[in-house]
């Protein structure tokens, strides 16, 4: 088992910035369950949709919509995975979870944490 916690939601205005931050803890030590790590989001009435995921060695995926705004990058040492939210957009509004699986394609064997709201105003 792998527990996740979140960190640095908020309230921003549009525009503004914003870095979300995710520890991590494993029950046996073992890190192959994190050999991806990540972020995904759930807006109100919408399906949770990949944000950004960085695997061991640093391969990312970005959706679409956050390319050039956002940043994910992780620390082996300590295993942690963070997100920095540049040019915010209203519709970047949402729940933000962070994620973790052993593999990149998406695994059963995936944790999440609690999530974290991220509230962008115009």
């Known amino acids: 088992q792998v527990q996740l916690v979140e960190s640095g939601g908020g309230l921003v205005q549009s525009g503004g910035s914003l870095r979300l931050s995710c520890s991590t803890s494993?029950?046996?030590?073992?890190?192959?369950?994190?050999?991806?790590m990540g972020w995904y989001r759930q807006a109100p009435g919408k399906q949770r949709e990949l944000v950004a995921i960085i695997a061991y060695g640093g391969n990312t995926k970005y959706d679409d919509s956050v390319k050039g705004r956002f940043t994910i990058s992780r620390n082996n040492a300590n295993n942690t995975v963070s997100l920095e939210m540049n040019d915010l957009k209203p519709e970047d509004t949402a729940v933000y979870y962070c994620?973790?699986?052993?593999?990149?394609?998406?695994?059963?064997?995936?944790?999440w944490g609690q999530g974290t709201q991220v509230t962008v105003f115009s």
């Open positions: 494993s029950d046996s030590g073992s890190t192959t369950n994190m050999y991806v």
């Open positions: 994620h973790s699986r052993p593999s990149w394609l998406m695994s059963p064997h995936s944790f």
